[in-house]
């Protein structure tokens, strides 16, 4: 009677699917493990990969002098650091980056009005290759930052939000929007009282600034979902005035920090933390695996509630005290170039940052690294090209391990379609700590606990 017993089981389990399957569930048949599926942001390809990667050098720097308290660099000096890297291009590149606007205006947040069309140094439309001879393309700063699909309201409706563990706020744009200059906010889904049944407004006033852009608004309460979790009321921001470049972006809705409570300007729990005291999960962890452009896999992932096992060395797990409060800082042990110490690194902390794209380190540090990387050239611009075919292993120090850099993660960006040169996924800035971004975050599973205040590092798989 082999059929009827399995017709049963099957019964039984279409009944436990459609159970399990209910939109709403409750603690007790929650995963212990949330996983959600994370989309790549691509950086603006109109614009030349050395503006691209000066506009990231700039944000590494207004977010490095925030975390220390320090006012940081004002508008007009980012705008000097872009004019001043624009003059060190190619001249054949300057000529049409000199062309009157309205070619192409870098955001206000950039501190920049400059045209620009030019993505690299010649007219062929051939991508850029790694080497004379090669056929594997070059890198071309790709991978700019992590966004995520977060259903809110009801009727449900998803939002795409930017993934920062480098800030603690979570907003997304209002349907009042305006960008800072006065226009719309562009191509986006909004949020608002004529759009979901469970909006309530808190009319409590609340604004946030990034180390590039800014968002202002006021707190809400509605149902947000994360990973099949439903959290009613949950308390968030919702923007009414947002900085260009978050308008521009539209790949982004809005924005989820997923810092330390001293980095709140809401004052409310974070999502993972709401997560936690609803019962979905048992700790506040959140964890990270970012996918590479080059490799044209869909691997990247954040998990709400722990590590999830299938993505990391376990081997390699080291858990690091944070000695920030709020932004995830780690203590440094050092760098080594193909597994040879580099002498006299001066800083002595890392900033983890999912929301920054750059490895920026202090100049005398990344004049050191540097120096140990072969075929590795100082610019006129002060920043370095590494050959786009390096194979070199620059690892950094957490934990007492060393967690290596993916060599294909050195290289950000081609610096000509013929050159071989790229620009270094190391930059040089004007800080005392390593601002530690995507290059060095995507060759590893990086994990958040916000209750115990600590960092875990393991090498990704
Ligand atoms: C990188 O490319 C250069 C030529 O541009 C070549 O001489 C060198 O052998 C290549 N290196 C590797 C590791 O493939
Ligand atoms: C590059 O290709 C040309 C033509 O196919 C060949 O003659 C030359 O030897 C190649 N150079 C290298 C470094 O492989
Ligand atoms: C932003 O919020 C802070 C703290 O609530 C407040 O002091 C400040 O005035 C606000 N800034 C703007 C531009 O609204
Ligand atoms: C959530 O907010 C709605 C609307 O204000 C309210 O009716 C409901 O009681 C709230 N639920 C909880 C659990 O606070
Ligand atoms: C981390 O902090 C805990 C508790 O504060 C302490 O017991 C432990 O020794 C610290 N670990 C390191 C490596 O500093």
Known sequence: MRFPTSLLALLTAIVFISVDARPIRNARNAPRLITIPLKRMEGDASLHVEIRHQQQINRAQRLAARASNLAGPSDAQLRENLERRASFLPSTVQKRFNRPPPDYILPSDDGAVISNLAALDDDTDEPAVLA?????????????????????????????????????????????????????????????????????NLHTKWNITYGSGAADGELVQDTIIVGGMVLTNHTFGVAHSISQGFARDSAADGLMGLGGKGLSNQGVPTPVEALKNAGFIDSAITSYRLPRFIDRTNNGEVSFGGLDETKFDPSTLVTVNNTGDGFWLAPLGGVSVDGVDVNGIQSSVGLMDTGTTLLAIPTKDADAVHAKIPGAKLQGSGQYSVPCNTTTVVSLKFGGKSFDINPKDLPFAALGKTTGDCTSGIASFDDDKFLVGDTFLKSVYFSTNVEDNTMTLAKAI
């Open 132 to 200: 004379k001879n090669s056929s594997a393309v070059a890198p071309d700063g790709a991978d700019t930052g992590y966004f995520f699909t977060v259903p809110i309201g009801n009727p449900a409706r998803p939002f795409n939000v930017i993934l920062d563990s480098g800030s603690s706020d979570f907003w997304v744009m209002s349907d009042q929007c305006e960008s800072e200059d006065g226009g719309g906010c562009g191509e986006h889904t909004y949020l608002s009282e004529s759009n979901s049944q469970s909006f309530v």
